[in-house]
């Protein structure tokens, strides 16, 4: 490319050729070339397509493996791996623009990624940026033990949550104090797959015996984290239980919790064959919670064939909105509900063989640090 003709042309005329194509296409045409990357990602360019629409991805973590590797040999730079569900197609952002070893993506919200990354002085600290425009800030620095146990959650508003079965953190760039406010959890055990909806937290909490697992739903209103009264924070949770809902959490198997469209909550489980101890399950299902109506409905349950690779596989499940991926070991590559539809995602990064997290992914041109 550095030799071809159209390296030569002017760069004002390249901004222009280049500004008349779609944002995915020009995502495309960054991977090309170093010349066309640095093109394409230059400020000037950037202003003029700023009003490109957004494109609803998919984004991988890397895998858990990686994240807790700290070999002298790990790379100064990494990139998220997006996978664009319309074109049946991977893309790669970099993230070479960010001075930190090790960075770790693990949640996003209105065209922002927040990653974990290693500071200079050995600490985790949390960083939020737009891999579109090579933007970033860094969010007070925490101890490294909140990256290894601590759930990243992110509002409508940009809003931080860590969260941790005793305690939660919260961060917000408009605040006047720019430092983590912390508060108490007191939940009964760990939360599993903690989401935000609707201005409110939801997790999953196991309330049962060491022989047993009984599944309960729990949701605090983010309004109540920032309540300094004391004896409101030791009572912000609360438990999520109607009589119609009978054995709702019973027949699921390892329930997780991802947040749906509008005031929607997804929950996803294996389907239980019986009530004994080990039993196998039938399927994987999709339950869909109204928190309008408190009315639970199912969505969708995972086809026979399909669900044969993850029948005596370990999975994870990541997604939102009306999108569900899942992730199984040695599986190869991943399931996907899309709208009502099941399809397979080949081409994963990698061997294809691991478990991949993951998370929604809007990106988008005009959201800034």
Same mark, same amino acid.
């Given at each position: 490319m550095e030799d071809s003709p159209i390296s030569r042309l002017p760069e004002d005329t390249l901004h222009?050729? !280049?500004?008349?194509?779609?944002?995915?296409? @020009?995502? @495309?045409?960054?991977?090309?070339?170093?010349?066309l990357n640095q093109t394409l990602t230059s400020s000037s360019f950037m202003n003029l397509i700023s009003t490109r629409s957004h494109l609803n991805l998919i984004a991988?973590?890397? /895998?858990?493996?990686?994240? #807790?590797?700290? &070999?002298?040999?790990?790379?100064?730079? &990494?990139?998220?791996? $997006?996978? =664009? /569900? =319309? +074109? %049946?197609?991977?893309?790669? *952002?970099?993230? =070479?623009?960010?001075? *930190?070893?090790?960075p770790y993506p693990v949640a996003s919200s209105l065209g922002l990624v927040y990653l974990w990354a290693d500071s200079p002085d050995s600490n985790k600290s949390l960083i939020v940026c737009n891999p579109l425009t090579r933007q970033y800030k860094v969010l007070p620095q925490l101890g490294s033990a909140w990256s290894r146990h601590g759930s990243v959650l992110v509002d409508s508003s940009n809003r931080?949550? $860590?969260?941790?079965?005793?305690?939660?953190?919260?961060?917000?760039?408009?605040?006047?104090?720019?430092?983590?406010?912390? *508060?108490? &959890? #007191?939940?009964?055990?760990?939360?599993?797959? +903690? @989401?935000? $909806?609707? %201005? &409110?937290?939801?997790?999953l909490c196991d309330v049962g015996s060491p022989w047993r697992s009984k599944w309960k739903l729990f949701s605090c209103a983010v309004k109540n984290l920032l309540n300094l009264n004391v004896n409101v924070m030791n009572n912000n949770w609360g438990c999520l239980e109607?009589?119609?809902?009978?054995? @709702? !959490?019973?027949?699921?198997?390892? /329930?997780?919790l991802i947040p749906g469209n509008g005031n929607k909550i997804l929950m996803i489980g294996g389907l239980k064959s019986s009530y004994s101890f080990n039993q196998s399950c039938l399927t994987i299902l999709i339950l869909r919670l109204d928190l309008e109506t408190m009315e639970w409905e199912e969505a969708t349950r995972m086809p026979e064939a399909m669900h044969r690779w993850f029948q005596d596989s370990k999975f994870k499940v990541f997604g939102g909105g009306n999108r569900v991926c899942f992730s199984g070991k040695k599986v190869g590559r991943l399931a996907l509900w899309d709208c009502s539809k099941w399809r397979w995602i080949d081409g994963v990064p990698g061997n294809g063989d691991e478990l991949f997290r993951g998370f929604t992914y809007e990106a988008r041109l005009t959201a800034v640090p």
């Open positions: 222009q050729i !280049f500004s008349s194509l779609s944002l995915r296409e @020009i995502m @495309i045409c960054r991977s090309v070339c170093k010349v991988l973590r890397p /895998p858990h493996h990686h994240h #807790n590797h700290h &070999s002298r040999h790990v790379p100064l730079h &990494s990139c998220i791996h $997006v996978y =664009d /569900p =319309d +074109p %049946n197609q991977w893309l790669r *952002f970099s993230l =070479d623009f960010l001075p *930190f070893r090790s931080v949550m $860590v969260l941790t079965e005793l305690a939660a953190l919260y961060f917000s760039f408009s605040q006047k104090t720019q430092q983590w406010l912390k *508060f108490s &959890s #007191n939940l009964p055990s760990k939360p599993r797959s +903690p @989401i935000v $909806v609707s %201005n &409110s937290v939801f997790a109607r009589h119609e809902w009978g054995d @709702i !959490f019973d027949i699921m198997k390892r /329930p997780r």
